[in-house]
């Protein structure tokens, strides 16, 4: 199992994703198996970190009009309209999934979660619904996880 | 086509980096307005006020694709602030870094940005649909790119090793040699490269440019060097705002870089292939020559050409460091606490990218000046519109539109992924 929080820390809601993988880390996620890795950047890199029988949960900000806050989830790659896209020049973590489809190096099951994003301006942190609807995912996260964690 | 307006506007980038506007009257270019969104300035401001050790990291967040350069430029000026002389090995190392930034960005950026424009795809993802061998090679020299900065730099994204006077760790001479086998297969592919974007279609056009780059008496440049044109400029790079100027423009919240009294003016690969084509490696000179490819070279839309040269270069470059290197006797020198203040440039994969530091008795950053190249190109990218747009006016509006965006990808700039998502809104 690997979960990837993708977002940039200095622009705001963009690093919703990021908030997520790092409470998760602080609530020992790791040591139930999983791995995490953040992506602030361009994500191609990222292809190779899981393996066509692996289970990735992808975590990322959205822009789709919904409350600030709203958490979003899609079974497999959401559609071209959920896409942020909020990374900087490149390929983000979407269109890197697509272009892993394309490739057939999909994971066998992927989970991506969207936080709704508001504020993206660089220095501005993120807006209270945010941060907590990144603590609430990151529970419910690891609640599930754990529930069908055998060690 | 008259009084047709050309609007493009962002879409998938929410914070909104760029925008397109172009006003025709009859096959006139009447108005371009490039605008580009610009955090270097905000990270100016964050930098005042933090101590000089950690520029590094913060400036290393500007970009996702070139935070080695950023890294690098921080450095050079901050060790030129307080009067620091690094290790030949260390030197050596921050080449090899660079070699490590240019394989990952070159190759994100002629294989799944540009090239789609030339092939006619929407994106790489398409593209990737009928030329899965392509993508796969292209993946597989990113990564190679990708395994020199996670050695040099702690991690994959935003590194963390690079520091003033050195590395915080600095690898072994096993550790580089486990990089060689990659490296080499990455050469072939890279001169494989050259060969298949010589075999695109390019438009004819050509501007007639001032080059601006680093020169270096002995290399091709990554970290130093004195600032040089075709048009008889040659100073050291701390005189580089006495001789260039930024101007604000109305239509945009970042600033026009100019050289004075001349205008706009072209960094980035173009610039460095002419400037400096006699200090590539032989293998990347042949490369090049082998598809007539040669200074000057005038077109933009050849920059994907150029682009891949270098990806040689930067292989060729990498298996040199690596055979010469030794491990330096320490990781970092120490600095001194003084107070100072230094200025460097250094090549990021799109061009020049200026750094100046003022620093006060404690290592404190007094003032931060970071000018991107993306900036610097920004005025330049308007007038190859002006002209290019003015050949489409018998174009469909769609068509025009994408061929304007490709000749904004000719640059990489900051705002590629923008605009390959862009809206248009014709006015007629």
């Known amino acids: 199992m690997h979960i990837i929080g993708c977002g ?7 690093g919703a994703g990021l908030l997520v993988v790092e409470r998760l880390r602080e ?22 970190a899981w393996r066509s029988d692996d289970a990735l949960i992808v975590v990322d900000a959205v822009v789709t009009g919904a409350p600030v806050g709203t958490v979003h989830r899609w079974d497999g790659i959401p559609p071209a309209a959920s896409s942020p896209s909020a990374s900087t020049h490149g390929l983000g973590v979407i269109q890197a999934l697509r272009l892993a489809h394309v490739l057939g190096c999909v994971p066998r099951s992927l989970e991506v979660y969207g936080i709704e994003g508001k504020r993206f301006e660089p220095g501005s942190p993120p807006l209270p619904k945010v941060k907590a609807a990144a603590e609430d995912l990151a529970q419910q996260i690891r609640t599930t996880i754990q529930a069908n964690h055998t060690p | 086509m008259t009084g047709r307006t050309i609007r493009v506007e962002t879409l998938a980038r929410v914070e909104g980096e760029g925008s397109l506007y172009i006003k025709m009257a009859g096959d006139r270019v009447a108005d371009v307005k490039l605008k580009i969104y610009e955090p270097p300035r905000f990270f100016e401001a964050f930098l005042r006020g933090r101590h000089y050790s950690e520029a590094p990291d913060i400036t290393a967040r500007i970009c996702g694709i070139c935070p080695i350069a950023y890294q690098m430029s921080a450095i050079h000026a901050i060790e030129r602030a307080l009067g620091i002389r690094i ?6 190392l921050r080449r090899l870094f660079y070699c490590g930034e240019w394989i990952e960005s070159h190759t994100l950026h002629v294989y799944m940005l540009h090239a789609p424009d030339f092939l006619g795809f929407p994106d790489v993802i398409a593209m990737a649909g009928a030329h899965r061998g392509v993508v796969e090679k292209a993946l597989r020299l990113k990564k190679i790119g990708n395994r020199i900065v996670t050695l040099l730099g702690g991690r994959e994204i935003h590194p963390v090793s690079a520091a003033v006077g050195g590395f915080y760790k600095t690898p072994t001479k096993r550790q580089l040699r486990e990089l060689v ?10 001169l494989e490269t050259v060969q298949w974007t010589a075999g695109l279609d390019f438009p004819a056009f050509e501007q007639d440019y001032e080059f601006v780059a680093l020169r270096h008496p002995d290399e091709y440049p990554f970290n130093e060097g004195r600032l040089v044109s075709n048009r008889g400029l040659d100073i050291d790079v701390a005189a580089y705002e006495d001789h260039f100027a930024e101007h604000h423009v109305k239509h945009s919240n970042a600033l026009h870089s100019v050289i004075e009294d001349r205008g706009s003016y072209l960094v980035g690969p173009l610039a460095r292939f002419n400037l400096n084509f006699d200090k590539l490696p032989s293998v990347a000179q042949e490369a090049a020559l082998q598809v007539k490819l040669k200074p000057p070279v005038r077109n933009p839309f050849r920059s994907i050409m150029v682009r891949a040269v270098e990806l040689v270069f930067a292989c060729a470059e990498a298996l040199r460091v690596i055979g010469e290197y030794e491990p330096p006797p320490t990781p970092r020198v120490e600095a001194p606490q003084r107070a100072g203040t230094g200025q460097a440039i250094t090549e990021a994969p799109r061009g020049i990218l200026y750094h100046r530091y003022a620093l006060d008795d404690q290592g404190l950053i007094v003032t931060a000046k970071i000018v991107p190249p993306t900036s610097q190109n920004q ?20 068509e025009a539109t994408w061929k304007c965006e490709q000749a904004i990808r000719n640059y990489d700039p ?12 014709v006015e007629r």
């Open chain 1, 8 to 14: 940039n820390p200095e622009c705001g809601d963009d």
């Open chain 1, 27 to 48: 609530l020992g996620i790791e040591a139930l198996g999983v791995t995490t890795r953040t992506c602030p950047g361009e994500a191609t890199g990222l292809l190779s």
């Open chain 2, 87 to 92: 290790d030949p090995a260390t030197r050596l």
């Open chain 2, 181 to 190: 086998a990659d490296i080499e297969w990455a050469l072939q592919a890279s």
């Open chain 2, 379 to 398: 005025k330049r990218i308007e007038d190859d519109l002006r002209d290019y747009a003015a050949r489409l006016v018998a174009w469909p509006q769609d």
């Open chain 2, 414 to 425: 900051c705002i590629s992924c923008a605009t390959h998502f862009l809206k248009l809104d």
